[in-house]
């Protein structure tokens, strides 16, 4: 049986932007580079204009800081707009837990789960198995993509793969 990962999740501080930043930054930038598309002004706008107290929290684990994520609440969908995690505490189960607990919550309401993620994202095959589905394939090399409650896949399937 697997045993669900040790960590908390805390409002962040407006004064811990520049992790956040940090952390969204070197996870794009070897995505982007890959595909051709990384320009750091644009990206460093882009966070700067979406970056949300209300929304965001750290992820801790072991009293360490090792991710922030952002979860925008609408009417009728959860918006993951952010998701990092150092890489040393990557494949740890942690982003499939949270992704787990969202989509049972969202599951329980009847809302839908939106994201978007770079073509190249590792995260995408965990996505895919939760039930995500890529809105347009043509659009690069940033895909949207999305979860409906109805969706054949279960929030199990992420502490399974």
């Known amino acids: 049986m697997n045993q669900r990962p040790k960590f908390h999740l805390r409002p962040i501080r407006?004064?811990?932007?520049?992790?956040?930043?940090?952390?969204?930054?070197?996870?794009?930038r070897p995505l982007l580079e890959d595909?051709?598309?990384?320009?750091?002004?644009?990206?460093?706008?882009?966070?700067?204009?979406?970056?949300?107290?209300?929304?965001?929290?750290v992820i801790v684990y072991d009293g360490r800081d090792i991710g922030w994520l952002q979860i925008a609440e609408r009417d009728f969908d959860y918006n993951i707009a952010q998701i990092q995690i150092l890489d040393e505490y990557c494949g740890l189960g942690i982003g499939s837990v949270i992704m787990a607990d969202l989509l049972a919550k969202a599951g329980q309401e009847g809302r839908t789960v939106s994201l978007s993620a770079?073509?190249?994202n590792r995260a995408i095959g965990l996505y895919r198995r939760l039930g995500f589905a890529v809105i347009d394939p043509s659009v690069s090399p940033i895909i949207d993509m999305v979860w409906n409650p109805g969706s054949t896949a279960t929030a199990t399937a992420a502490t399974q793969g």
Not at 19 to 26: S, T, V
Not at 35 to 57: H, M, V
């Open 118 to 120: 770079v073509r190249n």
């Open 14 to 28: 407006q004064d811990e932007f520049p992790f956040a930043e940090a952390l969204h930054l070197n996870a794009m």
């Open 35 to 57: 595909l051709g598309a990384w320009n750091e002004p644009l990206r460093r706008a882009a966070i700067r204009r979406s970056f949300k107290t209300s929304d965001s929290r």
